[in-house]
């Protein structure tokens, strides 16, 4: 989605009608649900000896305010396409939110007071999505609004409905980077239906926050990055009112609430008092604060209903892909491959594309072409760019996201480990990964990814070695759930494999397999190339070698693994274009770990010391993963001779 495309339809933008001020009655009751919040989140955090109840109390007049005037919600149909979305980006408030929950019938009195942080229990200390109000998992701070914007550009952009999100932040978390970026994208796809809600409550975990209460700073610096900020006294209701309702009149802009709270708000002995973060009131304070708040109360509200609202797109899953072909000795990039794989997907109207302003080297440009309103140009914003993914996956979108792999891995893995944590969907492909990318050197290999992405929760990893394997995994991952992640190298090589070869999650290839091979030869990707080459060569010598292509690493093809190591006596040898931790090495090995593997007679050749800059056979090469490395290290098993390089 490009700057002139970003002005949405007059009908998705027209703001809903200003809510009236409120009557002295309505302040009564915003002030009864005010202490009731406060005095569940207080219960539940003393009976469960842990917790945040501080953080939450200075946060309850907002949450009370947006909860009975401004937040549109069927709390008995939240897959609602037009619900509002409620995020707490300050996710250690928990205690605070299943209050809410408690106050709008979702969750009763007994679950809140006696499971909270218990084992079994979905009031878990942090937010997850286990409960069906929550979009996704916050906690790790300055991930809640990063994740909003992709919600905001799906509203926007993709269903063109009303709806808006709402998120609480914290002070503490805007010192995160994070932060900055998603207020900078939100103010660059112009949305307004985004609306932070900053809960200054000055001190943070151990002493004060950096800024502290210093609201015109505060607001300079959301104004810098093109938000609108409004400054207001976060206990006074009339004055949160006001300025929820204020938020609608910026349809093309997202707004920053900077409200002035007090830590502990409520309970004048942990009023502004530092050293209370993170600890629940011991029973006796909290059986007197619970009883000058007024007791526990019992108080129901109920939320305005969304209007109805049907989104613009509709998935079909089902749609006609017509896939590209590719002949065979063709020389293609895996990284070419995907660009045209997923703009053939295109053709599915569910199929969203983030770029990290590296689509012209990834080949995710081209998705532009074919659906440029499903494009999205996170530029160099790494984190935004898999928080975007995941907002837009909360709305059922599949999104692709794809940048170098040494930047899409490594510098937003917190928030591709949270993806994990909220169960979202998303596919990620890294190119440009290994030594083979050749003379850009060190900075730009990425040679740890692998094994960052296997041990994401709920992560699939493949690492195709030609054009028509990766097109096809491209296709599957577009319905795998979970986090997927494709491996792409830079550099062109021949095309393997025919258009109708199928390429399942958890299987492999098996290339020059005999009754009588010595030994087998495991690569994926550029190592793949190399291993066959080095086949040939054995073969010349009179030994056979079975070649593997590893294109699955998780899940990974045990079975076949373990029936070529009885087949070949136990021989592996395996090629990765990775650091040895973690790798197709580490993936190989633990999938043999077990009383069915026979003896293991095994090397492993991995990247073992820092490249530089050269061409990419000089690299492979001097990392010792090329052909003639490989046909040396089977030599050496087949011998009986111990090997000098990298041993398993």
């Known amino acids: 989605m490009t700057e002139q495309q970003g002005q949405a339809p007059a009908e998705m933008i027209t703001a809903q009608m200003a809510t009236a001020p409120m009557t002295s009655a309505e302040t009564s009751v915003i002030r009864a649900l005010a202490a009731?919040?406060?005095?569940?989140?207080?219960?539940?955090?003393?009976?469960?000896?842990?917790?945040?109840?501080?953080?939450?109390?200075?946060a309850a007049d907002l949450m009370a305010v947006l909860l009975e005037r401004h937040l549109h919600y069927?709390?008995?149909?939240?897959?609602?396409?037009?619900?509002?979305?409620?995020?707490?980006?300050?996710?250690?408030?928990?205690?605070?939110?299943?209050s809410m929950y408690r106050a709008v019938g979702v969750v009763d009195e007994a679950e809140l007071i006696s499971t909270y942080r218990q084992f079994g229990s979905r009031l878990q200390g942090h937010p997850t999505p286990v409960l069906p109000w929550v979009d996704v998992a916050t906690g790790s701070l300055g991930q809640g609004l990063p994740d909003a914007v992709g919600i905001g550009l799906a509203a926007r952009y993709l269903d063109r409905l009303p709806y808006r999100t709402w998120v609480l932040c914290g002070d503490s978390e805007l010192a995160e980077g994070s932060m900055w970026e998603a207020l900078d994208k939100a103010a660059y796809y112009k949305l307004g239906n985004l609306t932070a809600i900053v809960d200054v409550n000055r001190l943070g975990q151990d002493g004060p926050t950096e800024l502290q209460w210093d609201m015109d700073r505060y607001a300079r610096r959301v104004e810098a990055f093109g938000a609108y900020p409004l400054i207001i006294d976060g206990h006074d209701p009339a004055a949160i009112d006001d300025a929820l309702a204020q938020v609608r009149s910026h349809p093309d802009q997202p707004t920053v609430i900077l409200a002035k709270t007090i830590k502990g708000k409520g309970?004048?002995?942990?009023?502004?008092?530092d050293g209370w973060h993170g600890k629940a009131l011991p029973k006796d304070m909290a059986e007197h604060a619970v009883e000058a708040l007024g007791g526990p109360g019992s108080l129901r509200i109920t939320t305005a209903l969304p209007d109805p609202g049907t989104p613009a797109?509709?998935?079909n899953p089902q749609a006609a892909i017509s896939l590209p072909t590719w002949e065979p000795g063709e020389k293609v990039a895996t990284r070419a491959a995907f660009g045209a794989a997923v703009s053939a997907l295109a053709a599915r109207p569910?199929?969203?594309?983030?770029?990290?302003?590296?689509?012209?080297?990834?080949?995710a440009g081209e998705f532009k072409d074919a659906a440029p309103d499903r494009y999205f140009e996170m530029f160099i914003a790494e984190q935004q760019l898999i928080a975007s993914a995941v907002g837009l996956s909360v709305r059922g979108y599949v999104p692709f996201a794809a940048s170098f792999a040494a930047f899409l891995v490594s510098r937003p893995y917190d928030f591709i480990r949270m993806a994990g944590v909220s169960q979202a969907s998303i596919r990620l492909v890294g190119t440009h990964a290994g030594v083979e990318i050749g003379q850009d050197g060190p900075s730009q290999m990425a040679l740890e990814d692998i094994a960052a992405m296997r041990a994401i929760h709920t992560s699939t990893v493949v690492y195709p070695a030609d054009a028509p394997s990766t097109a096809r995994l491209v296709a599957t991952m577009a319905d795998t759930t979970g986090i997927s992640y494709l491996r792409a190298t830079r550099g062109a090589y021949p095309v393997i494999y025919g258009p109708d070869e199928e390429f399942p999650l958890g299987g492999c290839k098996v290339h020059r397999a005999g009754p009588d091979d010595?030994?087998?030869l495991i690569g994926a990707g550029v190592t793949l190339h190399e291993c066959l080459t080095a086949a040939g060569e054995l073969a010349e010598a009179g030994i056979n070698a079975r070649v593997i292509d590893l294109y699955s690493l998780k899940p990974i093809d045990a079975e076949t693994l373990r029936r070529t190591c009885l087949e070949t006596g136990g021989r592996i040898v395996i090629a990765e274009d990775h650091y040895p931790e973690g790798g197709i090495g580490?993936?190989?090995?633990?999938?043999l770990a077990g009383p069915d593997t026979p003896e293991l007679h095994s090397v492993l050749l991995a990247v073992k010391s820092l490249p530089g800059s050269g061409t990419p056979q000089q690299l492979l090469d001097a990392a010792g993963i090329s052909a003639r490395h490989i046909a040396a290290a089977a030599r050496s098993l087949v011998d009986g001779n111990q090997f000098g390089g990298n041993d398993v």
């Open 267 to 273: 309970v004048p002995e942990v009023e502004d008092k």
């Open 350 to 363: 569910e199929i969203v594309v983030l770029d990290g302003e590296v689509g012209n080297s990834t080949h």
């Open 74 to 98: 069927d709390w008995d149909h939240p897959a609602l396409p037009n619900n509002d979305h409620l995020i707490f980006s300050k996710g250690h408030a928990s205690p605070l939110l299943y």
């Open 313 to 315: 797109i509709t998935p």
């Open 36 to 58: 009731q919040l406060r005095v569940d989140a207080i219960r539940c955090s003393t009976e469960a000896g842990s917790g945040h109840p501080t953080s939450s109390l200075s």
């Open 518 to 520: 010595a030994v087998a």
């Open 586 to 591: 580490s993936a190989v090995l633990e999938a």
